[in-house]
Nanobody, 113 residues
Framework: QVQLVESGGGLVQAGGSLRLSCAAS??????MAWYRQAPGKQRDFVAI???????NYADSVKGRFTISRDNGKNTVYLQMNSLKPEDTAVYYC?????????WGQGTQVTVSS
């Protein structure tokens, strides 16, 4: 069974940091990404890491967030620094390998002002 499990969310003050983890099981994904969804809003792209290791970020998080992966652990990370209240959302991990795709269950990140 293909599964993605996120962890690492929580409550943090503005300016603080969190690191999210997403552990994959049942498949090794080529492309892995993070999305987020704030209350009453659509799910938005945050960051992606490709098989080559190249990355892309949403403009709103560039310079503050870093996506990385540990292929040995089949895990992708999202290091979030200089957090802002507008970063508050449920963060979802996404994996893609050809026709196989999967979403995690989400982890809540709340940034207080």
């Amino acid at each position: 069974q293909v599964q993605l499990v996120e962890s690492g969310g929580g409550l943090v003050q503005a300016g603080g940091s969190l690191r999210l983890s997403c552990a994959a099981s049942g498949s090794t994904f080529s492309f892995m990404a993070w999305y987020r969804q704030a209350p009453g809003k659509q799910r938005d792209f945050v960051a992606i890491i490709r098989p080559s290791g190249t990355t892309n970020y949403a403009d709103s998080v560039k310079g503050r967030f870093t996506i990385s992966r540990d292929n040995g652990k089949n895990t992708v990370y999202l290091q979030m620094n200089s957090l802002k209240p507008e970063d508050t959302a449920v963060y979802y991990c996404y994996g893609n390998r050809g026709l196989t795709t999967a979403w995690g269950q989400g982890t809540q990140v709340t940034v207080s002002s």
